[in-house]
């Protein structure tokens, strides 16, 4: 009833797109390199860079269509929705999260300079599913029911988007950090980007793969004065220890600790890299705060539907289960960041601590409670 | 008052001097000071952050409601933090997070914030709801403005407008009613981003009414049954008659009495579990019958996410085992006990214990009671060995059998797994196969598997303010989505006479998302030019 050729077809089909994925990560951060900032704050990539821009935005268009590809196989293999257990939703929040990245920041918002940094975050979860890999079955009794498609793709998509919106909370964070600090050297008094998207209008809402091709680049020492006002230490050595810490804590595997403590701290030193390409911080807080609250409404609705679903597998629509705690202490968080974003005080930097703190309840959610703590939800594992 | 009297200088008429105390509000000052506080968003922002950081410690800490065995590992300290530390969380209640008097607190003050939030919303929204769209003044000094020029008469002018402007709510004045003395439609979007708020948070209150009254007015109850088509005819437990006495355990709400059961009986007719070929479960089906007066009023089935409901009461598939017949009798046929005895789950293994004499201990009779294990797939290995195999399913079952005697205390109303095994127990355990009686107790009794069936344990629930959480779900849900994604605009077309046509003069602002405005406002002024034909030069103003 499994169909083994498929579901073999499926995995060497993921194990494609993983590699794809972290060429593509690869290429993003070459093209990130190859940019210049001209007089006006304008970030331009060089010929090169535009080349290997493409390359990357090629290589992560392969990557879904064949991560799509092992996903669709899987799911014939299995006769079922190719989200049955936590290697087959890691992986579809993986491709989503591309898959987003790539329609909405990359071609809607124009920040193809953020692409690597979701990118990673994609080839992350993927390497956790390659932790949980499950062959492909039919689902236990208490998963089968048509809810299955409600409410664990809703979670599943939501999950995606916060995780797209994470990735621009964080860079925020860090730009308007720097912006700051270089304000604040520089004497200039700052209001900038605490207003966050409020401001964001008139010229700085250039398009990014505009090319300088005369290679006369008039640099502006204040943008890259963006990088030398953060510690290069930081960023490394926070990834390395969050990520680490936290694998070590879910899976108690060492050595894929050391793998996500080090490719966390290799992403943290990206992102101060990139600091003088980001988009301004202002732009970065809307973005996160659109994709935050695009993604809102259908974890609650995944949340509305996971207590239906309760109701009519245990006989009752909230318990208090682990993961029904999980679900709810998040969407307090990202409630909280909603509100806090339109409370005078807490918008910018405070509203996205807050972000930040539901993005980890989140992954508390998705992979503590379902590795470490024993509850109803034990099973998907 | 002692600083000022403490001052010899101060004479009794001069005006007290140096720092004053400050003034000490009254209780009603308190009450409304707090009462302002609590309307504050950074106090909601507060109370929903305290309320996320129970959740998180309750997803860490055990709670009893859920897992009670753990929270019984943590207070001795063979599990967890160690005894110590689960004696602080056990004073502070974290073992029952969401039963606890503080939890209940901050989810009252967060709904009296929310309360105290919401009337003053109420009352604008309801303002400006009866409120039409106001004359715009000014218009060439808004953010964005455009003028057209078209041959139309001016009334004609802004009936186009209005159909450019159709998705808006609109209100047309004359132009006595204007400050430039022209006539002008007045239009505005996005309301129910405020309404959709409204109904959002208001839905809350819904949710929580929901949830309380299907807590006071609602039954849980559970109850275990073994299958009728095997053991009907041994005494044994194959139905049960919907009341408060026959449930194995239950928590029934407040106002749930004893006269809310609905007594209709339910028999356990068949319980079915099959498996796939990697040996997970496919499926648990227990077929029921439901009798009411004596007579049969349907047949069905109970499976995982398929409950059966029966007059307001569900039936859910929760639990089930395997249920060996035990026959025990004496070397003289005495039959001592013959009945299925119902086995859980403890790891590879299914145990249980039965009852097998119940003797007065004060009168020097004996007690007597089994122990049973059973691996439902035992196996030899290659040398011999009696190893456990993969199949849940009873391919080979093997039942151990070991016996307790003397003072077992099972005089005591206790479950049959309880009695007291601090004797140890009499003698090696029994080994059964099914059919095949075994001698324990040196051939003073023989024991038997006699037949292997299964037990199937239900939830039982009434839950009234289903539909209450439910439509306060949607409603929730439909409030959010303008909320969020619904954006104020406010636009003015203002139609000036020149020549023998008009000027129309389009102007608007944003509330909200100011950045796309720009977008949507060109394409409002490109529609209106073309619905007007105006020439494509006659574009003037400042789209900023």
Same mark, same amino acid.
């Given at each position: 009833m499994v169909n083994q050729q498929l579901a073999q077809n499926s995995t060497t089909l993921f194990h494609v797109a993983f590699l794809t994925y972290i060429?593509?990560?690869?290429?993003?951060?070459?093209?990130?390199?190859?940019?210049?900032?001209?007089?006006?704050?304008?970030?331009?990539?060089?010929?090169?860079?535009?080349?290997?821009?493409?390359?990357?935005?090629?290589?992560?268009?392969?990557?879904?269509?064949?991560?799509?590809?092992?996903?669709?196989?899987?799911?014939?293999?299995?006769?079922?929705?190719?989200?049955?257990?936590?290697y087959e939703y890691s992986s579809l929040m993986a491709?989503?999260?591309?898959?987003?990245?790539?329609?909405?920041?990359?071609?809607?918002?124009?920040?193809?300079?953020?692409?690597?940094?979701?990118?990673?975050?994609?080839?992350?979860?993927?390497?956790?599913?390659?932790?949980?890999?499950?062959?492909?079955?039919?689902?236990?009794?208490?998963?089968?029911?048509?809810?299955?498609?409600?409410?664990?793709?809703?979670?599943?998509?939501?999950?995606?988007?916060?995780?797209?919106?994470?990735?621009?909370?964080?860079?925020?964070?860090?730009k308007d950090t720097a912006e700051r600090r270089v304000a604040e050297r520089s004497g200039a008094g700052y209001g900038g980007?605490?207003?966050g998207a409020a401001s964001v209008t008139g010229a700085e809402a250039r398009p990014e793969g505009y090319v300088d091709d005369d290679g006369q680049e008039t640099t502006v020492a204040s943008v890259y004065a963006q990088r030398d006002v953060l510690s290069p230490v930081l960023f490394p050595v926070v990834p390395f220890v969050v990520a680490g810490v936290f694998t070590l804590a879910v899976w108690r595997a060492p050595l894929a600790a050391l793998i996500a403590a080090t490719v966390a701290a290799g992403l943290g030193l990206v992102s101060w890299y990139a600091v003088p390409y980001l988009p301004p911080a202002a732009k970065l807080d809307n973005l996160a705060y659109r994709t935050i609250a695009f993604g809102f409404p259908i974890w609650t609705f995944a949340v509305?539907?996971?207590?239906?679903?309760?109701?009519?597998?245990?006989?009752?629509?909230?318990?208090?289960?682990?993961?029904?705690?999980?679900?709810?202490?998040t969407w307090v968080f990202y409630a909280s960041y909603l509100h806090a974003r339109s409370t005078r005080g807490w918008r910018g930097r405070r509203a996205a601590w807050i972000a930040v703190v539901a993005f980890v309840a989140l992954m508390v959610t998705y992979y503590a409670v379902n590795l470490w703590i024993v509850g109803l939800h034990s099973y998907i594992q | 008052?002692?600083?000022?009297?403490?001052?010899?200088?101060?004479?009794?008429?001069?005006?007290?001097?140096?720092?004053?105390?400050?003034?000490?509000?009254?209780?009603?000052?308190?009450?409304?000071?707090?009462?302002?506080?609590?309307?504050?968003?950074?106090?909601?922002?507060?109370?929903?952050?305290?309320?996320?950081?129970?959740?998180?410690?309750?997803?860490?800490?055990?709670?009893?409601?859920?897992?009670?065995?753990?929270?019984?590992?943590?207070?001795?300290?063979?599990?967890?933090?160690?005894?110590?530390?689960?004696?602080?969380?056990?004073?502070?209640?974290?073992?029952?997070?969401?039963?606890?008097?503080?939890f209940m607190a901050l989810t009252a003050l967060l709904f009296v914030s929310l309360t105290g939030c919401l009337i003053p919303r109420y009352r604008a929204f309801a303002r400006a709801a009866r409120r039409p769209p106001a004359a715009g003044r000014n218009l060439e000094q808004l953010t964005h403005h455009r003028a057209i020029r078209t041959a139309l008469a001016p009334p004609q002018a802004l009936d186009t407008a209005e159909r450019v402007l159709r998705r808006y709510r609109r209100r047309r004045l004359p132009a006595s009613a204007t400050a430039s003395g022209h006539a002008q439609l007045a239009a505005e979007r996005g309301r129910w981003r405020e309404g959709g708020s409204l109904v959002f948070h208001t839905a809350f209150y819904l949710l929580l009414a929901g949830a309380v009254i299907g807590k006071a007015f609602g039954f849980t109850g559970q109850i275990n049954l073994v299958e009728a088509k095997r053991f009907a005819d041994d005494g044994a437990v194959v139905s049960f008659a919907e009341t408060f006495l026959a449930y194995d355990a239950a928590q029934p709400g407040r106002f749930f009495g004893l006269d809310d059961h609905r007594g209709f009986l339910v028999t356990l007719e068949d319980f079915d579990v099959s498996y796939h070929d990697n040996l997970v479960p496919r499926d648990f089906v227990s077929t029921v019958t439901v009798s009411e007066d004596g007579r049969p009023v349907r047949n069905g089935e109970i499976r995982v996410n398929h409950p059966l409901v029966h007059d307001g009461m569900k039936l859910y598939q929760a639990r089930f085992g395997f249920a060996p017949r035990i026959v025990v009798r004496t070397r003289e046929e005495v039959l001592l006990v013959d009945e299925p005895v119902m086995?859980?789950? $403890?790891? =590879?293994?299914?145990? @249980?214990?039965?009852? +097998? *004499?119940? !003797?007065?201990?004060?009168?020097?009779?004996?007690?007597?009671?089994?122990?049973?294990?059973?691996?439902?797939?035992?196996?030899?290995?290659?040398?011999?060995?009696?190893?456990?195999?993969?199949?849940?399913?009873?391919?080979?079952?093997?039942?151990?059998?070991?016996?307790?005697?003397?003072?077992?205390?099972?005089q005591r109303p206790v479950p049959a797994s309880e009695f007291d095994r601090s004797g140890g127990p009499?003698?090696?355990?029994?080994?059964?196969?099914?059919?095949?009686?075994?001698?324990?107790?040196?051939?003073?009794?023989?024991?038997?598997?006699?037949?292997?069936?299964?037990?199937?344990?239900?939830?039982?629930?009434?839950?009234?303010?289903?539909?209450?959480?439910?439509?306060?779900?949607?409603?929730?849900?439909?409030?959010?989505?303008?909320?969020?994604?619904?954006?104020?605009?406010?636009?003015?077309?203002? $139609?000036? =006479?020149?020549?023998? @046509?008009?000027?129309? +003069? *389009?102007? !608007?602002?944003?509330?909200?998302?100011?950045?796309?405005?720009?977008?949507?406002?060109?394409?409002?002024?490109?529609?209106?030019s073309r619905e007007l034909g105006a020439p494509s030069t006659s574009y003037e103003g400042n789209e900023r």
């Open positions: 060429a593509a990560m690869v290429a993003y951060f070459f093209r990130l390199a190859y940019t210049r900032v001209s007089a006006d704050g304008v970030t331009a990539s060089t010929a090169a860079g535009r080349r290997v821009g493409h390359l990357a935005t090629a290589l992560a268009a392969a990557g879904v269509l064949v991560h799509a590809a092992s996903v669709a196989s899987r799911g014939l293999a299995a006769g079922r929705v190719p989200w049955g257990n936590m491709l989503c999260a591309v898959a987003a990245g790539l329609v909405v920041v990359q071609r809607r918002f124009g920040y193809g300079h953020l692409m690597g940094f979701i990118v990673a975050a994609a080839v992350l979860v993927m390497a956790s599913g390659l932790l949980l890999f499950t062959p492909a079955g039919p689902l236990v009794p208490a998963l089968n029911s048509y809810w299955i498609k409600i409410h664990t793709s809703s979670a599943m998509l939501s999950s995606s988007i916060f995780m797209v919106g994470f990735a621009a909370t964080a860079l925020y964070l860090v980007s605490t207003v509305i539907a996971g207590a239906i679903w309760a109701e009519e597998a245990w006989g009752r629509y909230w318990g208090w289960d682990p993961k029904e705690t999980g679900s709810f202490f | 008052m002692t600083q000022t009297s403490a001052r010899p200088e101060a004479g009794p008429g001069a005006p007290p001097r140096g720092p004053r105390l400050p003034a000490i509000p009254g209780p009603l000052e308190t009450l409304s000071a707090a009462w302002r506080r609590l309307r504050r968003m950074s106090t909601a922002l507060a109370l929903l952050f305290a309320l996320a950081a129970a959740s998180v410690v309750a997803t860490f800490v055990p709670q009893e409601p859920a897992i009670a065995s753990t929270v019984a590992q943590w207070r001795a300290g063979s599990a967890g933090p160690g005894a110590g530390v689960s004696g602080v969380l056990d004073a502070l209640g974290l073992f029952d997070v969401f039963g606890s008097w503080w086995l859980g789950p $403890a790891g =590879p293994f299914w145990t @249980g214990s039965a009852k +097998v *004499l119940v !003797g007065d201990p004060d009168r020097g009779e004996p007690q007597l009671a089994l122990d049973l294990v059973l691996v439902p797939d035992a196996q030899l290995d290659a040398s011999g060995q009696p190893v456990i195999g993969p199949s849940p399913e009873p391919r080979n079952p093997v039942m151990l059998a070991e016996l307790y005697a003397g003072d077992l205390g099972l009499v003698g090696p355990p029994a080994m059964l196969r099914p059919g095949v009686p075994a001698d324990l107790l040196g051939g003073a009794l023989t024991v038997e598997l006699a037949e292997l069936g299964y037990w199937s344990g239900f939830q039982v629930t009434h839950a009234p303010g289903r539909g209450l959480l439910l439509a306060a779900a949607i409603l929730v849900l439909v409030g959010l989505l303008p909320s969020l994604h619904s954006y104020r605009r406010r636009v003015w077309a203002e $139609a000036r =006479p020149e020549g023998d @046509g008009t000027v129309v +003069v *389009l102007a !608007g602002v944003a509330l909200q998302r100011k950045a796309t405005f720009t977008d949507e406002f060109r394409r409002l002024g490109d529609a209106l």
